[in-house]
């Protein structure tokens, strides 16, 4: 009887032991699809580190996505050292390949050389570089107030010059039954007004808004847009159907993928047209920026000619919209 007894109780102990097996699985698996799989980049550590897979986007590489022209000026002697924002480095890269010549980029082992004229440290240190003197013009969205702060403290004065137009986009998933906000709609998602997509028209889910790093380019951005509006982070953003931002070359291939869509801003689409006649109500110049105490010759010469008919091109062809 003893024995049937200690048999039973080894066999419920199993059970639990397997039960307890099954049940950190399923909740192994929640968490994942819930929140893991959300911010967790599904690709190589170079694309985790930079933002964007930068081997892919070199000059004088015959695979490069780069657009690829060659340009009858070929800079020479101090040759300005550029960086900037992920999202423009396929255009300052094309700027490289187009008026650089071949030996002044030096990338190996998935970093550019500190010898070589083109960087990629995404918009923060873009702009410290410039700052300290590491690099000579930048090409980024409009500078943060923490970003002007620092130039002040260090006393340096920043030039500006617009070069090019990109729409900010709000996105979500592709199944989600709303596709026009109106800017007052979304500025009350980041406020905290509206928590929940049946406010909207949509269906009965939390809405979980996500946002970016402070001082990346994308987070200055939603900043500008609530012009003022404390953006509130207190609420679960694990849960819930999504909404997100960027700018709009970021996320075209993925639209077009159909993974995701982007939404209607008072009733206007972010396609290229609309950034151009001024109609989609959040675009906004990109700029080369420099000290304007840099006295390096070649930074009014390569402005000029990103500025002319050529270097227009290759910012259209990269997706962008041109002065």
């Not at 396929?90 to 550019?112: K, L, T």
């Not at 997509?197 to 946002?211: F, N, S, T, V």
């Not at 402070?214 to 909404?243: H, R």
């Not at 939404?263 to 047209?273: F, I, Q």
Request: hydrophobic fraction near 40%.
């Amino acid at each position: 009887m003893g024995g049937k007894t200690k048999k039973e109780g080894l066999k419920k102990q199993l059970c639990i032991i397997i039960l307890s097996v099954l049940l950190f699985a399923i909740l192994d698996f929640s968490i994942y699809h819930i929140f893991t799989r959300r911010v967790i980049p599904d690709t190589s550590a170079e694309m985790q580190a930079k933002s964007v897979e930068v081997s892919e986007y070199l000059p004088f590489e015959e695979n490069s996505k780069i657009v690829k022209m060659r340009s009858e000026l070929t800079l020479t002697g101090d040759l300005p050292v550029l960086d900037g924002a992920a999202a423009l480095y396929p255009v300052f890269s094309a700027f490289v390949n187009a008026v650089y010549p071949e030996n002044s980029c030096i990338f190996q082992d998935g970093n550019f050389s500190s010898k070589s004229c083109l960087q990629m440290n995404n918009t923060r240190g873009a702009y410290q570089g410039v700052v300290d003197g590491t690099v000579d013009l930048i090409f980024c969205a409009a500078p943060s107030d923490d970003q002007l702060n620092y130039a002040k403290e260090k006393g340096v004065e920043l030039e500006l010059v617009p070069i090019g137009r990109e729409a900010f986009v709000f996105l979500v998933n592709k199944n989600n039954p709303v596709s026009d906000l109106t800017t007052s709609q979304v500025q009350g998602i980041y406020s905290g007004t509206y928590r929940n997509w049946a406010e909207l028209g949509g269906e009965p889910k939390r809405i979980a808004a996500l946002q970016r790093n402070e001082g990346s380019g994308s987070q200055t951005a939603l900043k500008s847009f609530m012009k003022g509006k404390e953006l509130k982070t207190d609420y679960n953003t694990f849960l819930g159907s999504a909404i997100g931002f960027s700018f709009r070359y970021y996320v075209e291939g993925i639209v077009s993928a159909g993974n995701i869509k982007m939404l209607s801003l008072n009733g206007v689409y972010p396609n290229k047209e609309n950034i151009r006649n001024g109609s989609y109500p959040i675009s906004d110049f990109f700029y080369a920026v420099y000290r304007k105490d840099n006295d390096n010759a070649n930074i009014p010469v390569l402005l000029k000619w990103i500025l002319s008919e050529e270097g227009q091109r290759i910012i259209e062809e990269s997706g962008y919209v041109g002065v």
